[in-house]
């Protein structure tokens, strides 16, 4: 090392480097070598001045990821960005639900109960500049119109036409879960569909099946519903006469999550037990922050350290997904399944919940994903948020980092 800064020198300092070198011949060598390296730090950033910038950046979140062990810290200026993304997201939505709330079943941009709950958990107790707050019984009461009768749970949309007027579980989690986030007791009856349609080992699939398969058994609906049992329990809004069917219901989710985790690459396919693998970081955020929330110790460290291995070197756009279409025989006929389990909202929480776990290397590469994350530009977002659900979901994971997660630095 000594040798390549000496013929360094040797470039720089020409005729002169004798003279130097006689200079410094009585300093130690712990002073010759920080010289040496100052010496070719400034070289560097003569070449690229932004070099130094960069340096001092990466030196200080080192340092900051080794202090801080439990919350993702972030400065003040981070925290001013991300304030304001959560606020021009609020606002955006907030305008889309008040535009929404009033059209009939019958309107092809109707809202229904999947989405209802989407705004819910995104929008509740949120505080907009210039906005009265949406109140939860407005939230209560669309959910309450929209509940079909005849099942007493919520279909995936209200058109025949397009196929998507049968129940649906992913829908009913959401609702549910949406409950438990108002901490408002939900009806029996979409806690009794969900139990009911769950496979004997754990799973399920989106649409209720006419015969069941292991293969469809979906990492989304499996992961979506067993949240919204548990949070339901914690919370303790689950009728007496139906707590230990709820309890057993969440236990069979959760080890049914963690034994469909792929043991070689330790992450979730969108559909575990079918062919070919389909793996999908959205699905494996999702199931990593369910077991770290209710069962911490059916989660793998190997996953977690695998899910940081994986971060992308560029922020997804809030429209990118993990896509996936089949056919699902259902007993009202053929529906079509699309999945579609958006990316960055998911990383965003997946991120967070890695933070406490990591090591000091693996703090610095989340530390610097979410400051990456902070620094997007509003605008793009917004309007790369094409449909609302895309606008909710990365509402709710940008409010979760900023309320539960965070640890304030000065800047």
């Not at 981070?78 to 929404?100: C, P, Q, V, W």
């Not at 749970?153 to 579980?169: G, T």
């Amino acid at each position: 090392m000594l040798f390549v800064f000496e013929k360094f020198f040797e470039v720089v300092f020409g005729d002169h480097l004798d003279k130097l070198r006689e200079k410094l011949r009585g300093w130690p060598l712990r002073r010759r070598v920080a010289l040496c390296v100052l010496v070719m730090l400034a070289a560097l950033a003569a070449i690229r001045p932004s070099l130094p910038v960069t340096l001092w950046k990466s030196g200080k979140r080192l340092a900051v990821a080794g202090l801080e062990k439990e919350d993702v810290p972030l400065s003040g200026h981070t925290i001013t960005k991300l304030d304001y993304l959560i606020g021009a997201l609020g606002h955006h939505l907030h305008a889309r639900f008040r535009e929404r709330e009033q059209l009939p079943p019958s309107h092809g941009d109707a809202i229904n109960g999947w989405e209802i709950g989407q705004f819910a958990v995104a929008l509740d107790g949120l505080a907009l500049s210039g906005l009265e707050p949406i109140p939860r019984q407005r939230f209560l009461s669309l959910f309450s119109a929209s509940l079909s009768e005849d099942c007493g749970c919520y279909r995936e949309r209200f058109s025949s036409e397009l196929q998507m007027d049968v129940p649906h579980v992913g829908a009913n989690a959401w609702v549910l879960y949406a409950y438990g986030r108002l901490g408002e007791q939900p009806p029996r009856s979409i806690i009794s569909f969900l139990i009911d349609r769950q496979s004997p080992e754990g799973s399920w699939a989106m649409f209720p099946l006419k015969a069941e398969s292991r293969e469809l058994g979906s990492t989304y609906a499996t992961a979506w519903s067993t949240l919204a049992l548990h949070t339901a329990v914690k919370r303790k809004l689950v009728p007496a006469n139906l707590i230990d069917d709820a309890t057993q219901s969440l236990n069979l989710g959760l080890n049914w999550l963690a034994k469909s985790m792929d043991a070689q690459t330790w992450d979730w396919d969108l559909y575990p037990y079918s062919k070919p693998r389909q793996p999908s970081s959205s699905a494996t955020a999702l199931a990593m922050f369910l077991l770290s929330e209710a069962q911490p110790q059916l989660l793998s460290e190997r996953a977690k350290e695998a899910f940081i291995g994986r971060l992308p070197a560029e922020v997804p756009a809030p429209s990118a997904a993990d896509a996936y279409n089949q056919d699902l025989e259902t007993p009202w006929g053929m529906r079509r399944e699309a999945v579609r389990l958006l990316k960055l909202p998911w990383l965003v929480i997946g991120t967070a919940e890695a933070y406490r776990r990591a090591s000091l290397l693996e703090r610095y590469r989340l530390l610097s994903f979410v400051e990456r994350i902070v620094e997007e530009d509003s605008e793009s977002w917004i309007a790369d948020t094409r449909w609302d659900f895309i606008a909710a979901e990365l509402l709710i994971s940008l409010r979760h980092l900023r309320q539960g997660y965070l640890h304030l630095l000065e800047s």
